[in-house]
């Protein structure tokens, strides 16, 4: 109790005024440089019943045993999941950062499954860390070149007939391999796509070669597998809606590579563009964005600054901007009662001071007066002063003067008036 109240002393109180203002700086320079005007849910996401959402897929999961979960706030729930667990990791508006990158590879390195949709965004740039390359621009098809060439169909291995759909993809160009990470399954397009060099969405019959490329394939790293697809709307609910066997097939490839009785899927949904009316963008953009930019050197550089700033500035700022304490303030402190002069703490009759008995007159006259105060106080004042002292322009003055309200200014040019005209009668 004795360390407690040592610690919140008045010693201590400019500490705790500069962390106040440090996250109130926070609050209003850094929160709303996150917020996201949008007002739709962002694609890729688990509870999206969007064409663009995954809801469809989650649902497929609970179906098939899983246990599916999600991250908003931030990478580090990730930590936590056990190995055998699966990642899901859809596109992305915020890029993952150096030390959030190397949690994914240690969830993948002791036994995880990363299920990654990298065509653009965050998945693209977590692809390239993983080794493995993506092309710059989309492939598109030749076979049904118009309408939608962005649209490509190969067959599905999950089942016999079924039929793969990948929309804006993009072509997996190489991946790396080394003693702890091996390809071990690939899917390829047939051979009549070609990779759209300048993006003009036409086909180059000379300078853009149609073949077949890759656009999923499975590696092999540390105890994990990493399956990585080059279309972000994969596993989309408009695409199984047409009749796709994609989630057919995701399903089965994280089945092939994961264990455990009780495989839990955790949809890493931290890095998407939420929308700030939203309970997730209320989340993700406030405390959110503070564990992000906590794991920033800058950051914390910068918070220390203010930290020392506000320490040093806080107690002279009082004293520079002292706000002046108001007349009823002042006399209140003093204020005479009768049960003062008969008592005081102990018990013992005190009488009160000739300054004390004043300043209470003073202070009941504030109350009985509270508009007109200030008046009350020169007239009492003008009492005292002979009428033939006045001359007539004084006399007009303080006529006038009177008519009105006075203010604290006014009533103290009017009392040293007083004071000189009283001193008058001694000459």
């Not at 939203?278 to 405390?287: A, H, K, L, R």
Request: hydrophobic share 40%; glycine share 6%.
């Amino acid at each position: 109790m004795k360390i407690s109240k040592a610690f919140f002393s008045k010693k201590y109180s400019p500490f705790f005024k500069m962390v106040i203002q440090t996250l109130l700086l926070f609050v209003i320079f850094t929160i709303p440089l996150s917020i996201n005007i949008t007002h739709t849910p962002p694609p890729y996401t688990m509870y999206n019943t969007t064409p663009s959402g995954l809801s469809i897929f989650n649902s497929f999961l609970q179906e098939r045993g899983f246990n599916t979960t999600r991250t908003i706030l931030s990478t580090d729930p990730i930590l936590k999941l056990p190995d055998s667990s699966i990642l899901v990791i859809a596109g992305g508006a915020k890029n993952y950062r150096a030390s959030e990158k190397a949690v994914i590879d240690s969830f993948v390195a002791r036994g995880g499954t990363l299920l990654l949709l990298g065509g653009s965004g965050s998945s693209y740039d977590l692809a390239e860390y993983f080794g493995i390359t993506m092309s710059v621009s989309m492939l598109l098809a030749t076979e049904n070149y118009y309408p939608s060439p962005e649209y490509i169909f190969t067959h599905s291995p999950a089942t016999i007939n079924g039929t793969l759909c990948f929309a804006y993809s993009r072509a997996i160009l190489y991946v790396a391999q080394s003693d702890h990470q091996i390809e071990v399954q690939s899917i390829s397009t047939a051979p009549t796509v070609f990779i759209d060099g300048n993006g003009d969405k036409i086909w180059d019959q000379i300078a853009e070669d149609i073949r077949s490329y890759k656009v999923a394939v499975a590696v092999s790293r540390g105890l994990g597998t990493i399956v990585t697809i080059s279309s972000m709307s994969f596993l989309t609910n408009d695409l199984y809606l047409a009749g796709f066997d994609n989630l057919n097939l995701t399903i089965s490839l994280i089945g092939a590579y994961t264990g455990g009785t009780e495989p839990l899927v955790c949809f890493e949904e931290s890095h998407k563009r939420w929308p700030f009316a939203s309970t997730e963008g209320i989340i993700n953009q406030t405390y959110g964005s503070i564990i992000l930019l906590s794991k920033t050197r800058i950051f914390i550089f910068i918070v220390i600054l203010l930290l020392l700033f506000f320490y040093y500035i806080t107690p002279r700022f009082k004293d520079v901007f002292r706000t002046k304490e108001s007349y009823k303030k002042f006399i209140s402190k003093k204020i005479w009662s009768r049960r003062r002069e008969l008592f005081d703490t102990f018990g013992s009759p005190i009488n009160p001071t000739v300054e004390e008995k004043i300043l209470s007159y003073l202070y009941f006259q504030h109350e009985l007066y509270p508009r007109k105060a200030y008046n009350y106080f020169i007239l009492e004042k003008m009492k005292f002063v002979p009428s033939h002292l006045y001359e007539e322009e004084e006399r007009e003055l303080f006529e006038l003067a009177l008519s009105k309200k006075l203010d604290h200014d006014t009533f103290l040019f009017l009392f040293k008036r007083l004071e000189v005209i009283q001193k008058r009668r001694r000459y």
